[in-house]
């Protein structure tokens, strides 16, 4: 979706916003409180945007540390995959921008250990460190830090499928000059070869 044609969809529903970037990075504001409230490091300079993370489309969201970018920023990066804001027991939007923000605050260097764990469970995330969940107290916490920036201005993107080439494609060549070019099986049964630019007729291979 282009940002013109999702700004008509979220300005229909009465938004705040109208990109997934502008929500995000108000909704990472507005869940300060959940760090403030446990004495955590302040904020870094940080930027959300929505995007498959490095590394293929399986991942749901990513923290590249700031010595990574070019103005030392922290980039956050939240699947388009995700649509629904919370989701208990399993992963959404907000749930995975919290666990990325977890890793801009405490650092990369802790990985899923130490810092990043300790600050994770004390916020209300649990399960593995590595694919965090929400219960419900924290779900509702979420849904409450941001009430006021009404909906996401999104539509889940299903992974790409590529379809595989079912038509087998033919080689001609011309003898004289040597260029090349594929043609289907059916139309070389039905119109034969081309002629080559050159004048010389071409050859199937």
């Not at 502008?22 to 504001?29: F, G, S, V």
């Not at 219960?135 to 830090?145: C, G, K, Q, T, V």
Request: proline share 6%; glycine share 10%; aromatic share 6%.
């Amino acid at each position: 979706m282009t940002k013109t044609q999702e700004a008509p969809r979220a300005a229909e529903k009465g938004a705040k916003f109208t990109t997934r970037e502008e929500w995000l990075n108000a909704a990472a504001q507005a869940v300060r409180p959940l760090f403030d409230e446990q004495g955590a490091q302040p904020y870094p300079k940080f930027r959300v945007s929505c995007g498959f993370p490095k590394g293929g489309r399986g991942a749901i969201g990513q923290a590249w540390t700031p010595s990574a970018s070019g103005d030392a920023t922290a980039e956050l990066f939240i699947s388009p995959k995700l649509e629904e804001l919370v989701k208990v027991g399993s992963a959404g939007v907000l749930d995975v921008l919290v666990h990325e923000l977890i890793h801009a605050v405490v650092g990369n260097e802790a990985g899923h250990k130490g810092p990043f764990r300790k600050l994770a469970k004390a916020i209300g995330l649990q399960g593995k460190m590595t694919a965090t969940v929400t219960d419900e107290a924290l779900a509702n916490r979420l849904l409450e830090l941001t009430a006021a920036l009404g909906p996401y201005p999104h539509a889940q993107l299903s992974s790409l499928t590529v379809t595989k080439q079912t038509t087998r494609m033919k080689l001609c060549q011309c003898d004289s000059c040597g260029c090349k070019l594929r043609m289907t099986q059916k139309w070389l049964e039905e119109v034969g070869p081309p002629t080559c630019g050159c004048g010389t007729q071409m050859e199937a291979q």
